[in-house]
């Protein structure tokens, strides 16, 4: 695997991932990088860094999942 990814198991409505550290605008910037790949959320924050959001569907991300 490549050390610049990172890993989560079943994002669940309460759960924030904190991505102020990225360039990230707003969330529909964030979900136009995102990808269903099967189970899991491909996100390309750039720069080479990728989130993988194991068993979890597009669909169900918002706002509310995302700190920027």
Request: charged share 10%; proline share 3%; aromatic share 4%.
């Amino acid at each position: 695997l490549d050390p610049n990814k990172l890993a989560g198991r079943g994002l669940t409505a309460s759960d924030v991932v904190n991505l102020s550290a990225y360039a990230v605008t707003s969330l529909q910037a964030l979900l136009d990088t995102a990808h269903q790949i099967g189970p899991s959320v491909l996100i390309d924050l750039q720069d080479g860094f990728v989130l993988v959001l194991e068993g979890v569907a597009l669909s169900n991300l918002s706002s509310t999942n995302f700190l920027l």
